[in-house]
Every structure is written in structure tokens, then in C-alpha cells.
């Protein structure tokens, strides 16, 4: 194997083995990048729907005090006038989704699918957890899901869902007295589940990262085509004269020139060498021929 052959050798080994690592990592990288803000997305959703259940509550509630007598209006509660806003969010963008589900709620519609379900039991059996990530496969990509738990903090809650008899009469009217009842104090009823997708920004870490792997490869591809360039003037060429020349002179061959030994480096210096050795050989035979 030649000198060019090792040295492309060695060289490609060692930028392979530097590619695989930077790719593992940054590809590692750019997907937690991703992950994150997807998960940064979701985490405004649902600040988003808090600020306007506070809203509901603080705002809108006391100006329908009257009404409220009267007709029990949905508008007035806050995990209604929550979802209400991001149902018009979902019809622009409907991959993502906000839900109050719950276990035994008042409106059916908010009631907790199988997968749902499971996760306001996790936060039953862990009343310490207050979040919870999940990832999901769905029809339509990849799916991140943030929850957080609805516990009944407030005693005044308890009087439209402890019993039917407590609850008032216009809510009963619209709902019936078979739901959202028997709720208890400090009780996870449900939780608040946002569902943001991951395909774009997944795709965008991946464009990047293929930018970045290609760039690098590109790099190398460079980098090995200017190094065998070097390889070749500075070493191979003035070795393989070297070498030549060694050979004329050892078959005895007569008025060979001298080498260019101009330079500072190993090279050089080995042509240096060459010629004190060969100008050493000549007069030794003249000395013999005499």
C-alpha cells in the first residue's frame, strides 16, 4: 500500500468517526431544540386559557349575576368560555387542540376519553405531579401533549357540583341531575390536555441537520482533495525523485544531477543528505580509482 493510499486511509477514518459523532449529537440536538419548542407552544396554551378563565371569572361572571337567575348561560363559566376561544383557534389551525376533560363532567362533551382518562388518574394517584408530557402517534404525525391538573381548590365550586339539590336549578334545566355532581374538596376531578404537533418543527430540525451533516461532508470531500494536493507536491513528487535518483546512483549510472535541496523541512533535509552522502560515494571511488 502506497504512501497516498495510508494517508487516505488514516484520514478518512478519522473525519468518518468525527462525522458519525457530530451527527449523532447534533441530530440529538436539534431534536430536543424541537421538542422544546413545541413544548414552549404548549405551555402558552394553556397560560393562554388560564388568563381567560381568570378573565371569565373576575370580568364576565358578575355582569350576568341577573341573568344567571333567570337562565343558566354557559358563557359564565370559565372552562366553557376557555374552550370556546380555542375551538375558534382549532378551526384555523386543527392540529391544535385544548380540552377540560374530566371524568364526571357536567357537560358531556368535556367528558374524558380512554387516553384522557389515563391521565387524570395519573394525576389522581400522584397528587404531587402538576404536569405531565406525553408523546403521541396520531393520523396526522406526531403528537406532543401537555396536561396539567384540575383540582377543586375553591369551596364555592362545590356549590353547583356537590349534589343536585345544590346546584342551581337554570343549570340543572340545561344539564340534567345526572352529571358533574358528588365533586369533593381538594378532588382531581379532570385536566387541562393541549395537543400541539411536532411534524414541522421535526421537519425543520431535520432539514437542519441534514445542512449541517452535508456541509460537513462537503468539508471533508474539500479538505481531502487539498490535503492529497499538498501531500502530493510537498512529499510524494520530491520523494519519488529522491528515490529515483537513489536508484540511478546505486546502478552506478554516471553524471547524475544533483537534487534541489532548497528548503528548510524534513524533506530538504533529506535531500541534503542524499547529495553529502553521494558527493561522499564519488570521491571515495575516485580515491579507489587512483
Same mark, same amino acid.
Given at each position: 500500500?502506497?504512501?497516498?493510499? @495510508? &494517508?487516505?486511509? !488514516?484520514?478518512?477514518?478519522? &473525519? /468518518?468517526? +468525527?462525522?458519525?459523532?457530530?451527527?449523532? *449529537?447534533?441530530?440529538?440536538?436539534?431534536?430536543?431544540?424541537?421538542? =422544546?419548542?413545541?413544548?414552549?407552544?404548549?405551555?402558552?396554551?394553556?397560560?393562554?386559557?388560564?388568563?381567560?378563565?381568570?378573565?371569565?371569572?373576575? %370580568?364576565?361572571?358578575?355582569?350576568?349575576?341577573?341573568?344567571?337567575?333567570?337562565?343558566?348561560?354557559?358563557?359564565?363559566?370559565?372552562?366553557?368560555?376557555?374552550?370556546?376561544?380555542?375551538?375558534?383557534?382549532?378551526?384555523? &389551525?386543527?392540529?391544535?387542540?385544548? @380540552? =377540560? $376533560?374530566?371524568?364526571?363532567?357536567?357537560?358531556?362533551?368535556?367528558?374524558?376519553?380512554?387516553?384522557?382518562?389515563?391521565?387524570?388518574?395519573?394525576?389522581?394517584?400522584?397528587?404531587?405531579?402538576?404536569?405531565?408530557?406525553? %408523546?403521541?402517534?396520531?393520523?396526522?404525525?406526531?403528537?406532543?401533549? *401537555?396536561?396539567?391538573?384540575?383540582?377543586?381548590?375553591? /369551596? +364555592?365550586?362545590?356549590?353547583?357540583?356537590?349534589?343536585?339539590?345544590? /346546584?342551581?336549578?337554570?343549570?340543572?334545566?340545561?344539564?340534567?341531575?345526572?352529571?358533574?355532581? +358528588?365533586? @369533593?374538596?381538594? %378532588?382531581?376531578?379532570?385536566?387541562?390536555?393541549?395537543?400541539?404537533?411536532?411534524? !414541522?418543527?421535526?421537519?425543520?430540525?431535520?432539514?437542519? &441537520?441534514?445542512?449541517?451533516?452535508? +456541509?460537513?461532508?462537503?468539508?471533508?470531500?474539500?479538505?481531502?482533495?487539498?490535503?492529497?494536493?499538498?501531500?502530493?507536491?510537498?512529499?510524494?513528487?520530491?520523494?519519488?525523485?529522491?528515490?529515483?535518483? $537513489?536508484?540511478?546512483?546505486? *546502478?552506478?549510472?554516471?553524471? !547524475?544531477?544533483?537534487?534541489?535541496?532548497?528548503?528548510?523541512? %524534513?524533506?530538504?533535509?533529506?535531500?541534503?543528505?542524499?547529495?553529502?552522502?553521494?558527493?561522499?560515494?564519488?570521491?571515495?571511488? @575516485?580515491?579507489?580509482?587512483?
Amino acid at each position: 500500500m502506497g504512501l497516498r493510499a @495510508k &494517508f487516505n486511509l !488514516v484520514l478518512t477514518l478519522a &473525519f /468518518a468517526l +468525527g462525522i458519525g459523532l457530530a451527527a449523532f *449529537l447534533s441530530h440529538r440536538i436539534v431534536n430536543e431544540n424541537a421538542r =422544546e419548542e413545541v413544548l414552549q407552544n404548549a405551555r402558552i396554551m394553556v397560560e393562554s386559557a388560564l388568563a381567560i378563565r381568570g378573565y371569565t371569572v373576575k %370580568e364576565i361572571r358578575p355582569l350576568l349575576t341577573l341573568q344567571l337567575k333567570r337562565q343558566f348561560l354557559p358563557q359564565s363559566v370559565s372552562s366553557y368560555a376557555a374552550q370556546q376561544n380555542f375551538r375558534a383557534l382549532h378551526e384555523r &389551525f386543527p392540529e391544535y387542540t385544548y @380540552k =377540560e $376533560a374530566a371524568l364526571n363532567p357536567t357537560n358531556l362533551n368535556d367528558r374524558a376519553t380512554d387516553w384522557e382518562a389515563d391521565i387524570i388518574n395519573e394525576f389522581r394517584n400522584n397528587a404531587e405531579r402538576s404536569e405531565l408530557i406525553v %408523546e403521541r402517534d396520531t393520523p396526522t404525525g406526531r403528537v406532543l401533549t *401537555l396536561a396539567r391538573p384540575i383540582r377543586i381548590t375553591d /369551596a +364555592g365550586c362545590l356549590v353547583c357540583h356537590s349534589t343536585p339539590d345544590a /346546584a342551581p336549578a337554570t343549570m340543572r334545566a340545561l344539564y340534567g341531575d345526572n352529571n358533574g355532581f +358528588g365533586w @369533593k374538596l381538594d %378532588e382531581t376531578i379532570g385536566a387541562q390536555v393541549v395537543s400541539v404537533p411536532m411534524a !414541522v418543527p421535526l421537519a425543520r430540525a431535520n432539514q437542519i &441537520f441534514q445542512v449541517f451533516i452535508g +456541509g460537513l461532508v462537503a468539508i471533508f470531500a474539500l479538505l481531502l482533495v487539498l490535503l492529497n494536493i499538498l501531500l502530493h507536491v510537498t512529499v510524494i513528487r520530491r520523494i519519488g525523485r529522491i528515490a529515483n535518483m $537513489a536508484d540511478r546512483v546505486s *546502478l552506478g549510472e554516471e553524471g !547524475v544531477p544533483e537534487l534541489d535541496a532548497s528548503g528548510r523541512d %524534513e524533506i530538504s533535509r533529506l535531500a541534503t543528505s542524499f547529495t553529502r552522502m553521494r558527493r561522499s560515494l564519488d570521491d571515495a571511488m @575516485k580515491m579507489l580509482d587512483t
